[in-house]
């Protein structure tokens, strides 16, 4: 990472998420009344006195946790430590220390490295509460008393993490990640495709469907590019969200879409294109995002020389309105062709950052109308006169016309395919935009 991180760790319902969501300034974190809520890490950029820097949201850890999924919340708490510049202890001043707190210091006293101690949920204004000096048994220093649900107190908090941050000058600001949101259904493989990209066990990985709540921000680098990836809850049909968390998630996941430059559509090879992979895939295309379709699990199915020919037709004929997206075919627990996502991942990037000249586009539309006339209706015919390129991300097209009504959806779409078999555009949508003469732009 190219900003100092800081990681907010500390025993479950201490108020970590409230904390994290009051200085990120957004709900990125689950805030639910209920131990083990956030399960993975949770990144979120923030500035305090112009240092800018990156929060980790963890799950809390249980020192003694004897479940599977403790422990992997304790492992990827541990995870955040090691990477961590300054590390944000949160307790909670109305329990006082607990055996838990204490362990929990112990471990970070151990990783050598910078603490801030903060005993939250000091929510009432006043004297100060006694119960704060119990926390200097901790050994980490002064208490800071704050409380994330009003903000109190959290200014002290930043003053002492910026004070500990490494000097500015070793980081450098870096613009060229690509933001990768891995999407699907449930138990599809996001979190292996994710752990198998990182080399380590960045995600919660289980057969128990629905593990991951959050979407999470993972930070990679190799040849290829700087990417972050984003691994995000699987969306259930809305008749099986019934749980209030899980709601939550299917949100995550949608705001996750939003903020990527890059979707990877997961599909099971096992069971081919659902009804709800169609949905996914078009929150996807919708919010017009640059999309590779990836089947994953294909080391599980029985092949002969025609099989990926077949499940290729079978998903461009369910995904038919995507039918821009290339399709790969990989298996994340194996590592089969997951080092070509990379290649994909920057080409359909580009593609839908690409950005073409009124002149060459005015050349593709004369050719294309001499090709096929422009449609009639009861004697009027359609004039086009003229398109430009007005947005990237996706590419959008204006096209002014004489009469918007005559332009017809069909012949919207051929001009669309005479634009990508000359320029391109594979794994983008594109967006058409029809205003007749005399329209005002909006």
């Not at 220390?97 to 362990?103: H, K, N, P, R, S």
Request: aromatic share 8%; with cysteine; glycine share 6%.
């Amino acid at each position: 990472m190219s900003k100092p991180l800081v990681a907010i760790v500390g025993r479950p319902n201490v108020g970590k998420s409230m904390l994290f969501n009051k200085l990120s300034g957004k709900r990125l974190s689950i805030v639910e009344d209920v131990p083990g809520v956030t399960r993975d890490r949770l990144y979120a950029d923030s500035d305090w006195n112009g240092r800018e820097f990156t929060m980790v949201d963890t799950g809390g850890i249980e020192p003694k946790a004897d479940s599977e999924i403790l422990r992997f919340i304790r492992e990827q708490a541990e995870i955040a430590i090691d990477l961590a510049d300054v590390i944000v202890m949160v307790t909670d001043i109305r329990t006082g220390v607990t055996a838990a707190d204490e362990e929990i210091a112990s471990m970070l006293r151990r990783s050598r490295k910078p603490v801030v101690l903060v005993a939250n949920k000091a929510d009432s204004i006043g004297a100060e509460d006694p119960t704060l000096y119990e926390f200097y048994s901790l050994g980490l220093g002064d208490p800071i008393a704050v409380s994330a649900i009003h903000g109190h107190g959290t200014g002290d908090m930043l003053d002492a993490c910026v004070a500990a941050f490494p000097p500015e000058e070793e980081y450098e600001q870096d613009d060229s990640v690509i933001n990768v949101a891995i999407i699907g259904r449930p138990n599809v493989g996001k979190s292996s495709l994710t752990n198998f990209i990182l080399g380590e066990k960045r995600v919660i990985v289980s057969d128990v469907a629905g593990t991951t709540r959050d979407a999470v921000d993972s930070f990679f680098e190799n040849e290829t590019g700087k990417y972050n990836f984003i691994d995000t809850a699987g969306m259930r049909k809305k008749s099986r969200v019934d749980d209030k968390i899980e709601k939550y998630s299917v949100l995550r996941a949608q705001n996750a879409i939003d903020r990527s430059d890059v979707c990877l559509i997961l599909i099971d090879a096992n069971d081919g294109v659902t009804e709800q992979d169609t949905k996914v895939a078009g929150m996807a295309h919708e919010a017009g995002k640059a999309s590779i379709i990836v089947v994953n699990k294909w080391d599980a199915v029985e092949k002969d020389t025609k099989t990926m020919d077949k499940m290729r037709r079978d998903v461009m004929r369910e995904l038919s309105f995507m039918t821009y997206a290339p399709i790969v075919f990989i298996s994340a627990l194996t590592g089969q062709r997951v080092d070509r996502l990379f290649e994909l991942i920057n080409f359909v990037y580009g593609q839908t950052s690409m950005r073409i000249t009124t002149g060459m586009l005015n050349t593709v539309l004369e050719d294309a109308t001499a090709r096929v006339q422009p449609p009639t209706d009861k004697g009027r015919r359609l004039k086009i006169y003229y398109m430009t390129q007005t947005a990237i991300k996706p590419p959008q097209f204006v096209i002014f016309c004489n009469n918007s009504e005559l332009f017809h959806f069909s012949y919207q779409r051929y001009i669309e395919n005479q634009i990508r078999s000359v320029f391109g555009l594979e794994g983008t949508p594109v967006r058409m935009v029809i205003r007749q003469k005399g329209d005002k732009e909006q």
